[in-house]
C-alpha cells in the first residue's frame, strides 16, 4: 500500500528545476506532500484531493493525475532552502480511518 | 502559540526497560498520530486515536502500546517487547476529516539502547 516515491535522491545546482513523482497501486483520494530538513519535523506542503486539481505554493507547484493514480511535486527555479527530503502521503479512503500512509520519501540536495 | 510538544528530546533505553514518550497538542485536534522514522524507511505509522479512549494500531504497532485519556495528550510506550528501538519517533496531529487536512508534527524525540 505504500505509495512509490521516484527518484530516491537528486543533486541540482540553485535554479534547476526538480520533479518528484508519487505512484500508486490503488485508487487516490488524496496526496499529501511534506519536506523535511535533517533532523527536523516534517513540514506541510500542500494537499491535492481527488480531481486532478493543481495546487501551487511560490515556487513549488503539484499535480494529481486520478487516471495514472500519480502526483508529481514541481520545484522551479530551486533554492538552497529547497534543500530537504520529500514525502508523499497518500489516502485511499478504504474505510474511512482518516490516516496516510508516507513514501520512503526523495533526498533533494541543492549546490550553490 | 499552538502546537505539538514532544519530550524528551533524546532517550536512552536499558535492555528490558519500558520507556514513554510523551505528546502534547494545544490544537484542539481530534486526531493525533504516532510515527516511527529510520533512514530509508519514510514515515511508518505506530498508532493513532481519533478520540478521546479510542485508538486503532497502525502498520508497526508491535511492541508498543499507547492510552488517549486526554484529548491535548498521547503518550507513547515502548515496551521491551520492542527489540528494535532506536529511532526517531515523530508525533502529529490533526483535525477530524484528516485526509484532507494538514498533519501538524512535533520535534521528535530521538531513542536509542545503551
Known amino acids: 500500500q505504500q505509495p512509490v516515491q521516484s527518484p530516491q535522491a537528486v543533486i541540482l545546482r540553485e535554479g534547476e528545476d526538480a520533479v518528484i513523482n508519487c505512484s500508486s497501486s490503488?485508487?487516490?483520494?488524496?496526496v499529501h506532500w511534506y519536506r523535511q530538513k535533517h533532523g527536523e519535523a516534517p513540514v506541510f506542503l500542500m494537499i491535492?484531493?481527488?480531481?486532478?486539481e493543481q495546487k501551487g505554493h511560490e515556487k513549488i507547484s503539484a499535480s494529481f493525475n486520478e487516471k495514472k493514480q500519480q502526483s508529481s511535486l514541481y520545484l522551479t527555479a530551486s533554492q538552497l532552502s529547497y534543500s530537504g527530503t520529500y514525502f508523499c502521503?497518500?489516502?485511499?479512503?478504504?474505510?474511512?480511518?482518516?490516516?496516510?500512509?508516507f513514501g520512503k520519501g526523495t533526498r533533494l540536495h541543492i549546490l550553490p | 502559540d499552538g502546537g505539538i510538544t514532544q519530550s524528551p528530546k533524546y532517550l536512552f533505553r536499558k535492555e528490558g526497560q519500558n520507556v514513554t514518550l510523551s505528546c502534547e497538542q494545544n490544537?484542539?485536534?481530534?486526531?493525533m498520530y504516532w510515527y516511527r522514522q529510520d533512514p530509508g524507511q519514510g514515515l511508518r505509522l505506530i498508532y493513532y486515536?481519533?478520540?478521546?479512549?479510542?485508538?486503532q494500531k497502525g502498520d508497526i504497532a508491535e511492541g508498543y502500546s499507547v492510552s488517549r485519556e486526554k484529548k491535548e495528550s498521547f503518550p507513547l510506550t515502548v515496551t521491551s517487547a520492542q527489540k528494535n528501538p532506536t529511532a526517531f519517533y515523530l508525533c502529529?496531529?490533526?483535525?477530524?476529516?484528516?485526509?484532507?487536512?494538514?498533519?501538524?508534527f512535533g520535534d521528535g524525540t530521538r531513542l536509542s539502547i545503551l
Open positions: 490544537l484542539n485536534h481530534d486526531a
Open positions: 491535492l484531493l481527488k480531481g486532478g
Open positions: 502529529a496531529s490533526t483535525l477530524i476529516g484528516g485526509a484532507k487536512q494538514p498533519q501538524h
Open positions: 490503488k485508487a487516490l483520494y488524496s
Open positions: 486515536s481519533q478520540i478521546v479512549n479510542d485508538f
Open positions: 502521503g497518500t489516502d485511499f479512503r478504504m474505510n474511512r480511518d482518516d490516516k496516510i500512509i
